[in-house]
């Protein structure tokens, strides 16, 4: 094998490296390599890395790298695109799969539009209103784990300068989304593995948001697992109706929904727009 066979792919400007395992039998992925193709100037860049394997019981297996070459939680625009991958390439019998994510069963559709949904498990942890310290400062916040850990935080709650009281953030615009969301991520009570950290902003009942994403360690363009913490958190505080708008930086639209059922969690789902970017390869001895 001379070269290895890819596809860039894009969920809301959340991008990934597909990379189809049958296409690529002999090819061994390390943390290494992970981090040379994620490279944005050196490299084809990337938030991550999708490996997409058969399965027996499944239309596929997908395994998730951070672009750190760390191995990824659950992504949600990840999964998006892995659906899309599967239906251009006739994978599927109908619109709908199951599909297996870093070993743990999920399903999707794809909809009318072209655009895919992705079930989500319920959040195994969810908690509302407590402090965090960061940017000189106390800072309330919320915290859901779905699938991944995120932490959401309004930004309008947030002191332009702890000497200014009455100051704060209105818009992204000046917004220090690198400096608070990196100090966030590292703060002791998040030292199993760190956090992922969403600011919103809601405006006309939908949600302006930009991520601070561990493993890629920087803001990137959209956050799947990310939007859905943020509508769960927003539907209970702020009564927004569902499905929840999420408009990312991208300023593309994701759609949240899901039920409450005593106070649960429940038919949690993803939907929005992802497609394939370009398809290429990289010669072996780019390693």
Not at 29 to 43: E, F, M, P, Q, Y
Not at 251 to 278: C, D, H, M, W, Y
């Amino acid at each position: 094998m001379d070269s290895i066979i890819f596809h860039k792919m894009s969920g809301a400007g959340n991008d990934f490296i597909m990379i189809d395992t049958s296409a690529n039998p002999k090819f061994n992925l390390t943390d290494s390599i992970i981090r040379k193709l994620c490279d944005r100037h050196d490299g084809i860049g990337a938030d991550g890395v999708i490996l997409l394997s058969g399965s027996e019981k499944y239309v596929f297996g997908m395994d998730y790298f951070n672009a750190d070459g760390s191995t990824g939680s659950l992504c949600g625009n990840g999964a998006r695109c892995a659906i899309k991958f599967a239906s251009d390439n006739k994978w599927l019998k109908g619109n709908k799969l199951k599909f297996l994510s870093n070993g743990v069963e999920y399903s999707g559709e794809v909809l009318p539009g072209n655009e895919i949904r992705f079930n989500l498990n319920p959040p195994s942890t969810i908690k509302y209103n407590f402090r965090v310290k960061a940017f000189n400062q106390l800072i309330n916040a919320h915290f859901a784990d779905t699938g991944s850990p995120h932490v959401v935080i309004k930004i309008n709650e947030i002191l332009t300068e702890p000497s200014r009281p009455n100051n704060y953030f209105k818009s992204f615009d000046n917004f220090p989304i690198e400096q608070i969301g990196r100090e966030i991520r590292y703060l002791p009570e998040f030292a199993h593995g760190g956090t992922n950290v969403n600011f919103v902003l809601i405006f006309d009942g939908e949600i302006h948001m930009r991520t601070y994403e561990r493993g890629v360690e920087s803001e990137t363009l959209s956050c799947g697992t990310g939007s859905a913490a943020a509508a769960i958190i927003c539907n209970v505080i702020d009564k927004l109706n569902l499905p929840v708008t999420i408009i990312t930086k991208r300023n593309e639209k994701l759609f949240v929904n899901f039920e409450i059922e005593n106070q649960r969690v429940k038919n949690l789902s993803l939907s929005g727009p992802a497609k394939t970017v370009f398809t290429g390869s990289v010669p072996i001895n780019f390693f």
